[in-house]
């Protein structure tokens, strides 16, 4: 299934905010192979306009374009989600065009390149706060009567917000109101709890590998000459410092050799 619409909120390290967009694609119910009903129900009820997305939604192969040329510009961003792992599956088809992978480990491979080293789950951070996980110290008794929260469950983005006082802006499951609604709420984190960061970046709730990057290494034989077959008079001795291969009429004969090694940013 197709991303349907991006919410994108910018904030500074103080959580000022300087705006927030919502993104709204084309998207047309009929060409789609795999969706379910009931979600495509859901997104109705909560005022979705398909119809709406079918005639003036953004291409999104237009998008992605432009959106790649703005993430290779700015490699120093943090990006903050809430339960982040299906978003960031939807942003990394989008940005590359292509089906996901089967595993995690290259699928993290993907986020990281696509976004860089700095992404934070703010419901990842929940459980380390007793507090905040099992509810809130002021957390109302007529809430927890109606078992808003229960203990062994999960909390969603809207009881978060409604621990920590924060009130949404917009209509709720709208990607811009939602947006807007985790920024909002990691402000109130980092002001109540002092949330070190460096603790919980790259790390997604419900994923199971860390994000990292694949490095590949390209290791050449050391050779001291490079030599043009028939004519030993071109042979000449290269510096230490270089490598090189032997070559019979622009073919390689000892083909670079591809080291994969994981590294965590």
Not at 35 to 42: A, G, L, M, R, T
Not at 69 to 87: A, I
């Amino acid at each position: 299934m197709k991303i349907i619409q991006l919410g994108i909120t910018l904030s500074d390290e103080n959580g000022i905010i300087a705006g927030t967009s919502e993104f709204n694609f084309k998207f047309l119910i009929e060409t789609e192979v795999f969706y379910d009903p009931k979600s495509i129900e859901f997104l109705k009820e909560s005022g979705i306009d398909f119809e709406e997305l079918r005639i003036n939604g953004i291409d999104q192969l237009f998008f992605s374009n432009m959106f790649t040329h703005v993430l290779s510009r700015h490699r120093d961003l943090k990006w903050l989600t809430f339960h982040g792992l299906y978003d960031l599956a939807y942003m990394g088809k989008l940005v590359t065009k292509k089906p996901l992978p089967v595993s995690m480990l290259d699928f993290s491979e993907i986020i990281a390149t696509a976004f860089g080293c700095c992404v934070l789950d703010v419901k990842y951070m929940a459980p380390f706060y007793d507090d905040l996980h099992r509810g809130g110290k002021n957390y109302p008794e007529r809430v927890m009567e109606k078992n808003i929260y229960q203990k062994g469950g999960e909390l969603g983005l809207e009881k978060f917000a409604k621990i920590l006082g924060v009130k949404r802006v917009g209509g709720s499951h709208q990607a811009g109101s939602d947006s807007l609604l985790i920024a909002r709420v990691f402000a109130r984190m980092k002001m109540i709890y002092g949330i070190q960061e460096s603790r919980f970046v790259r790390f997604l709730y419900g994923a199971t590998t860390r994000i990292c990057e694949l490095v590949r290494t390209q290791v050449f034989p050391t050779l001291p000459r490079y030599c043009q077959p028939g004519n030993p008079r071109l042979c000449q001795v290269l510096p230490a410092s270089r490598y090189c291969q032997p070559m019979i009429h622009g073919v390689f004969l000892h083909p670079p050799i591809i080291q994969h090694q994981y590294r965590v940013l």
